[in-house]
Nanobody, 121 residues
Framework: QVQLAESGGGSVQTGGSLRLSCVASGYTSCMGWFRQAPGKEREVVSAIDSSGSTSYAASVKGRFTVSKDNAKNTLYLQMNSLQPEDTAMYYC??????????????????WGQGTQVTVSS
């Protein structure tokens, strides 16, 4: 069993930045960030797969950067040039078995409770 705890969300204006963190209580192999806005389906944002390769949704590529500190068992998401459409609850997820590429959400075993990001215009 792995517990994930996200932090770093908040309210910013358009063009602002936030850095999300996700601390894992146990072993992780592949980790990813997802988001869900009210009335919308969950959307994949970014992932670091089990080889260390990173992937991004087209809507955030060039603005968001995912990284992982294995020593701290922590996943990060640096979000720059935030736009109102980035407003959502952001979740991290992990799989303890190896996953590669840009895994489907159903492939992840554990999910955090989420951290809210609100971008105002």
């Amino acid at each position: 069993q792995v517990q994930l705890a996200e932090s770093g969300g908040g309210s910013v204006q358009t063009g602002g930045s936030l850095r999300l963190s996700c601390v894992a209580s146990g072993y992780t192999s592949c980790m990813g960030w997802f988001r869900q806005a009210p009335g919308k389906e969950r959307e994949v944002v970014s992932a670091i797969d089990s080889s260390g390769s990173t992937s991004y949704a087209a809507s955030v590529k060039g603005r968001f950067t995912v990284s992982k500190d294995n020593a701290k068992n922590t996943l990060y998401l640096q979000m720059n040039s935030l736009q109102p459409e980035d407003t959502a609850m952001y979740y991290c997820a992990t799989s303890q078995r190896p996953l590669y590429g840009f895994p489907h959400p159903d492939e992840y075993n554990y999910w955090g409770q989420g951290t809210q990001v609100t971008v105002s215009s």
